[in-house]
T-cell receptor, first 115, second 113 residues
């Protein structure tokens, strides 16, 4: 079974631009979560989508948004990029719905550098 | 407000010895705890987990202990191997099934041959 894939793996943007990152979950997984990893803050939860609906949201500004498609693939968008948005963005998928804990499987991440 | 804390940024041990990684949490609503391992340029990989109804869970060389009264958990690796060298993250989840994981900042474990 293929793992979680994320594209692109590396991205360089300049301040003020916007960026879209993509995540394909493991086949059959309906939940997709996004995390930001920075050296100072560790991994921080951005949001989670389940069946095309945002189910959980972290404490990030509205410049960070996401969506999920009917095939469970998810995209994350960051608008008006700031230098502090430079980070590794990780996507994780899990199989089951609310009420049962599910192990999350992580992709390799997209390394975003904002210049 | 950091709800999951890994207070030691790094640990170095000799091959064959025990590695003990510690984690503290502040949120009483957390009811599920996990450890992830991360190699450079890869995403975190699930290692072991424990529910708040248990105080110990063992999987091969890895054992996680949970002390709910102290809001503390630890990961024991015995015996440690050079391939265990990685960054280890402690994570917690609340309300019996939320996909929102709260992570600690990680600890770098180095196992010397």
């Amino acid at each position: 079974k293929a793992g979680v894939t994320q594209t692109p793996r590396y991205l360089i943007k300049t301040r003020g631009q916007q960026v879209t990152l993509s995540c394909s979950p493991i086949s059959g997984h309906r939940s997709v979560s996004w995390y930001q990893q920075t050296p100072g803050q560790g991994l921080q939860f951005l949001f989670e989508y389940f069946s095309e609906t945002q189910r959980n949201k972290g404490n990030f500004p509205g410049r960070f948004s996401g969506r999920q498609f009917s095939n469970s693939r998810s995209e994350m968008n960051v608008s008006t990029l700031e230098l502090g948005d430079s980070a590794l963005y990780l996507c994780a998928s899990s199989s089951m719905g609310r009420g049962l804990y599910n192990e999350q499987f992580f992709g390799p991440g997209t390394r975003l550098t904002v210049l | 407000d950091q709800q999951v804390k890994q207070n030691s940024p790094s640990l170095s041990v000799q091959e064959g010895r025990i590695s003990i990684l510690n984690c503290d949490y502040t949120n009483s609503m957390f009811d599920y705890f996990l450890w992830y391992k991360k190699y450079p340029a890869e995403g975190p990989t699930f290692l072991i987990s424990i529910s708040s109804i248990k105080d110990k869970n063992e999987d091969g060389r890895f054992t996680v202990f949970l002390n709910k009264s102290a809001k503390h958990l630890s990961l024991h690796i015995v015996p440690s191997q050079p391939g265990d060298s990685a960054v280890y993250f402690c994570a917690a989840s609340a309300q019996g099934g939320s996909e929102k994981l709260v992570f600690g900042k990680g600890m770098k474990l180095t196992v010397n041959p």
